[in-house]
Structure formats: C-alpha cells, structure tokens
C-alpha cells in the first residue's frame, strides 16, 4: 500500500491551507461567525469527541460513543443564530478568544481537491470582567475540500488534551 504524500512547506497548497486557517482563527476570535460559517462545505461534519482516560498503552483515549459536540452545517447555523437572541446566557457577554494555529501538517488523499490537515490549536477564552480565563489546547483532524477555487472545511475532529473540562460552558469554536 503506497503511503499518503506530505505536503511540504514548498508546496502550493500547503500556504494556502495554512492561510485558511489563520483567516478562519481570525473570523472566529472577532466574532465574525457568518463568515465562518461561509468556509464550510454543504457536507459538513464539525465534532468534539470526549477524551477517556485509559491504561498506558490502551487505545482509543477518546470516545466512539460520548462527543462534546457533533454538528452538521444546518446545527452549527442554527447554534450561530442562536447566540444573536436574548437566550443565549453563556455568551452574554461575548467571549473573546484567541485561537493560535500551529504544527500545520498537510496530506493529500486519493481525491487531487482535498487534503488531510492535522493541527495544534491553543485557544483562550475571558468573558466579561473576570481576571480568569480558559485554556483550552488540543489537535485537530480536519479534511480541507477545493471547492471552486476556495478552500473549505468538510470535516473536523477536535481532540482536546484535557480529558475534565474545567469551564462552566462550551460556548465557543475551535
């Protein structure tokens, strides 16, 4: 079996995937979550599966069964639209995050428009007056799709390092 290609720092696509990902940070953090929205494909699946903790050496450490979050493109819209009513208390007021993208290591498939992109992210949350913050870091799987000339997201998986989430809500992206 022949083994996927990594694509290099050289190589075309990888700045331009490495450029999506920094735009897509840079929507999220200033809150710009219908542009977001729009580097998605129509196929969307957008997950968070909960991290279990095992044995050493014992796989998987993150679960088939129990996920954070498991969003479609219609569920995201829909958690989007929300936050823009007077019902949506855990971001009222508004987060501010910082989400930082490193370790860009990009694979290409069987299929010429899309690529295998693996990621460290590192995101920070505050709200309102607190002198507190979240801390969040992790990976993420993703599958990147050229769809007419623009990159868009088709799948994520978002591991997150911490198997115990010590904020009170998960009201943000990754």
Avoid at 3 to 13: F, Q, S, V, Y
Avoid at 15 to 34: H, N, Q, T, W
Avoid at 115 to 137: A, C, H, K, M, T
Wanted: glycine share 6%; with cysteine; proline share 5%.
């Amino acid at each position: 079996m022949e083994e996927a290609k990594t694509i290099g720092l050289n190589d075309p696509p990888y700045s331009e995937i490495v450029d999506f990902l920094y735009k897509e940070a840079e929507l999220m953090d200033e809150g710009r979550l219908s542009d977001w929205l729009e580097l998605m494909t129509e196929d969307l699946l957008y997950r968070m599966p909960m991290r279990v903790n095992r044995g050493r050496g014992e796989q998987p450490d993150y679960s088939h069964e129990t996920e954070i979050f498991c969003d479609d493109l219609p569920s995201l819209r829909l958690r989007i639209d929300r936050l823009s009513t007077g019902y949506a208390w855990a971001e009222d007021p508004p987060s501010r995050t910082r989400h930082v993208v490193s370790n860009v290591r990009v694979t290409a498939t069987s299929n010429p428009d899309e690529f295998d992109v693996r990621s460290y992210i590192l995101v920070y949350r505050n709200r309102g007056n607190s002198p507190e913050g979240d801390l969040f870091s992790g990976k993420r799987q993703d599958l990147l799709r050229n769809v007419n000339g623009h990159w868009r997201l088709a799948k994520r998986t978002i591991l997150l390092d911490q198997a115990v989430i010590g904020s009170r809500n998960l009201s943000i992206f990754f």
